[in-house]
């Protein structure tokens, strides 16, 4: 079993920060990548941001300059640190690791809850 789970999330007004971070626990050979995606209401999920396997960072343009992606290895976190909020940043974020749970176990991804984060204007 692998479990994702994601806190940090709420109610800020624009301009307010908000870091998320979520732990990843269970049997776990490697984890190939880790990051961040969110959903608003009517609208795909779409990458935040995201550590590949190589260990480079991702940002969707939307969030590039104001929020900033960051990882704990001997603690199997992963923190976004969101400045600079607006009210388009409203959305469910989930987590997401793309894991490999045995050295003969292809790659899976696995996805937190889901933490609310709302922007007021």
């Known amino acids: 079993q692998v479990q994702l789970v994601e806190s940090g999330g709420g109610l800020v007004q624009a301009g307010g920060s908000l870091r998320l971070s979520c732990t990843a626990s269970?049997?776990?050979?490697?984890?190939?990548?880790m990051g961040w995606y969110r959903q608003a209401p009517g609208r795909q999920r779409e990458l935040v941001a995201a550590?590949?396997?190589?260990?480079?960072?991702d940002y969707a343009d939307s969030v590039k300059g104001r929020f900033t992606i960051a990882r704990d290895n001997a603690n199997g976190t992963v923190y976004l640190q969101m400045n600079s909020l607006k009210p388009e940043d409203t959305a469910v974020y989930y987590c997401?690791?793309?894991?490999?749970?045995?050295?003969?176990?292809?790659?899976?991804?696995?996805w937190g809850q889901g933490t609310q984060v709302t922007v007021s204007s």
């Open positions: 550590f590949t396997s190589g260990g480079s960072t």
């Open positions: 269970g049997t776990i050979f490697s984890v190939n990548g």
């Open positions: 997401n690791a793309r894991i490999v749970r045995s050295v003969v176990a292809p790659p899976y991804d696995y």
